[in-house]
Every structure is written in C-alpha cells, then in structure tokens.
C-alpha cells in the first residue's frame, strides 16, 4: 500500500524531530520531506508533490500563511493542516483564507494526528478540539 505523502513544515527541531518519529511508526505515512521555513516549503513542495503538509505557521523568513498561499497557486491538490501552537491561534484565520484546510493545535495525541491526515487526504476539512473563537 504506497502511504500517504506528508511534508513536514516547522522551525523548531524538537517538533520536527516528534513527527519524524511518528512518521515511522506510521507505515500508512510517508515523509517526503522537511522544511524549517516557507521559502524551503514552497521549494518542497514543488519538489517532492506531497499528499499533505503540516505546515508551522510563526516562522522565519517567509512564514506559513504566505506559503500556504504560494504552494496552493502552484499544487491547488495539495492539502495542508496549518500546525499551530496557542500562541499562533491569530493566524489560522489568514491560514484558512489561504487555502488550509484546517487546523491542529500542536497538543493533540499521535492518533489524532493520524486520524487528521486521513480526513485531510481524503479532502474532509480538519479542526483541533480546542477552541474554536478564532475562526468568528
């Protein structure tokens, strides 16, 4: 069975080094690749035509909204997750207008991040559990 093909976007090597980790123990999940920036996303992405990205918003150069956007305008197909901590919840709302089907709070379990990548793929929008007053 080919696995469903994630990219992996964020700045911060603890949580990169987390999904690395998951990935392997998910043989239905594919990593294709990973990104600390937008810049290198949109590169990627291009490269590698990933199934999925969990796409970091707050991040340096160019950050996660503007990639979202960028990768879209060329990969309409793709589907990406804006993955987000508390303290980005501010720009899930310009992640979503850019063409993100949804977002997960950097909290949630490893089964619901799988169970996210499969409603994601399978083209079903995908919210976190936590609050949902960001979107109002």
């Known amino acids: 069975m080919k696995g469903i093909r994630i990219l992996l976007v964020d700045d911060h090597s603890v949580i990169l080094s987390g999904l690395r980790k998951f990935m392997?123990?998910?043989?239905?999940?594919?990593?294709?690749?990973?990104?600390?920036?937008?810049?290198?996303?949109?590169?990627?992405?291009?490269?590698?035509?990933?199934?999925?990205?969990?796409?970091?918003?707050?991040?340096?150069?160019?950050?996660?909204?503007?990639?979202?956007r960028e990768i879209l305008s060329k990969n309409p197909e793709v589907k990406i997750i804006a993955f987000t901590s508390f303290a980005e919840l501010n720009m899930v709302p310009g992640a979503l207008q850019a063409g993100a089907v949804g977002y997960l709070?950097?909290?949630?379990?490893?089964?619901?991040?799988?169970?996210?990548?499969?409603?994601?793929?399978?083209?079903?929008?995908?919210?976190?559990?936590?609050?949902?007053?960001?979107?109002?």
């Open 105 to 136: 709070e950097k909290n949630i379990t490893a089964s619901e991040l799988k169970h996210a990548i499969h409603q994601a793929y399978a083209g079903e929008q995908i919210f976190s559990a936590g609050p949902v007053q960001v979107l109002a």
């Open 24 to 68: 392997l123990v998910n043989r239905d999940l594919e990593s294709v690749g990973e990104a600390t920036n937008g810049m290198e996303a949109v590169q990627m992405a291009d490269l590698h035509k990933p199934d999925v990205i969990l796409m970091d918003l707050l991040m340096p150069g160019m950050d996660g909204v503007a990639a979202t």
